[in-house]
């Protein structure tokens, strides 16, 4: 049996001056106005595996792209690693797992053609951190955890998919980001213990304690949001950040079923502003001190969460989805 390979699509535009399509992408359906929420009239675009049979579902991954905010280019990665794990593995079986990328357009996005009107868009990065949209007029105060929150209920409605047991929310570089941040103020529902989290290789990260491995006293807004629990939590979770606290909110997102993974070749300085510095210089050093942080609170390394090293990788989303540990935690665990 000859294993698969689907070339990425070619896209006009650029992260910075915006998509000019919503390309096709082979094996995949672009929905441009998925319903994400009825009343208050939200719709986004996204890529599903197309001709799913619903029945058949028993794991569904939903991806998040990085900055560049290409949605389809992170979908086929994905795909293509499924077919790279089913090559190599009987028991991952295709026909039983749905893959799913929305896309969080900006508003370069919309004036470059990729974008429609009354879908929801966001500023430049606000997407990743969980942040209101800044269009359509039609809605306001729609966070894209909201999205995330909406997509994952989608899979959990058993009446749709009655056999799924497993949502897997993958992200790399900035996708691993907001996954990060979306595990740890993400409301508590009954079905948190069939959903995951795949973290690869984020910029920064969300820590849980005050102190840094790296201090810097002349760097203001360290322990805020997005880079600690202190303040500037966004509207979707202030809820829970008065009514947890700092510590109540650490110790929920200690029991969240985590997966990270690090490329050991990953010595990029990805997010350069000072708050992230403090948490290490390289995607690497900061993963190898975040780690260190899980294992030195009490309770030391949560029994659900995981770590992966993968070793000779860099910041390579395809590089990191097709390793062993990769494609064992996106598909099979």
């Known amino acids: 049996m000859r294993q698969q390979y689907n070339p990425n699509p070619a896209v006009g535009g650029s ?16 929905y441009r106005d998925w319903v994400v929420d009825a009343e208050a009239g939200a719709v986004m675009p996204l890529y599903q595996t197309a001709n799913q049979n619903n029945l058949a579902i028993k794991r569904a991954v939903i991806v998040l792209a990085g900055k560049g905010r290409d949605a389809w280019s992170y979908w086929n990665t994905l795909n293509n690693a499924l077919y790279d794990a089913a090559y190599q593995d009987s028991s991952v079986v295709r026909e039983e797992i749905s893959l799913m990328a929305p896309c969080f357009w900006t508003e370069a996005d919309l004036n470059a053609g990729a974008g429609e009107q009354g879908q929801l868009i966001w500023g430049k990065m606000t997407w990743v951190s969980g942040h209101y949209n800044v269009g359509p007029d039609s809605v306001s105060k729609f966070s894209s955890f909201q999205v995330l929150d909406a997509l994952v209920a989608h899979y959990m409605d058993q009446s749709i998919y009655p056999n799924l047991n497993t949502v ?3 992200g790399h570089s900035a996708g691993a980001q907001m996954a990060q941040r979306y595990a740890a103020l993400r409301g508590t529902t009954d079905n948190d213990d069939r959903l995951h989290f795949w973290i690869a290789n984020p910029g920064s990260l969300l820590w849980l304690t ?10 203001s807004g360290v322990d805020s949001y997005k880079y600690g629990l202190s303040d500037k939590i966004p509207a979707y979770a202030t809820k829970d950040a008065n009514s947890l606290g700092r510590d109540g909110l650490a110790e929920r997102y200690r029991g969240r079923k985590v997966n990270y993974a690090w490329g050991t070749a990953d010595n990029g300085p990805g997010d350069t502003r000072c708050q992230a510095v403090t948490q290490g210089s390289t995607h690497l050093e ?23 090293w993968i070793e000779g990788v860099s910041h390579d989303n395809e590089g990191m989805m097709n390793s062993a540990a990769g494609l064992e935690k996106v598909s099979l665990s």
């Open 286 to 308: 900061r993963g190898q001190n975040y780690v260190s942080m899980l294992e030195n609170m009490n309770g030391g390394m949560p029994s659900v969460q995981t770590v992966d």
């Open 168 to 170: 897997v929310i993958a």
């Open 15 to 30: 992260p910075e001056t915006g998509w000019e399509s919503m390309p096709d992408v082979q094996d995949a359906t672009a």
């Open 210 to 219: 005050t102190d840094r491995p790296a201090p810097n006293s002349d760097c």
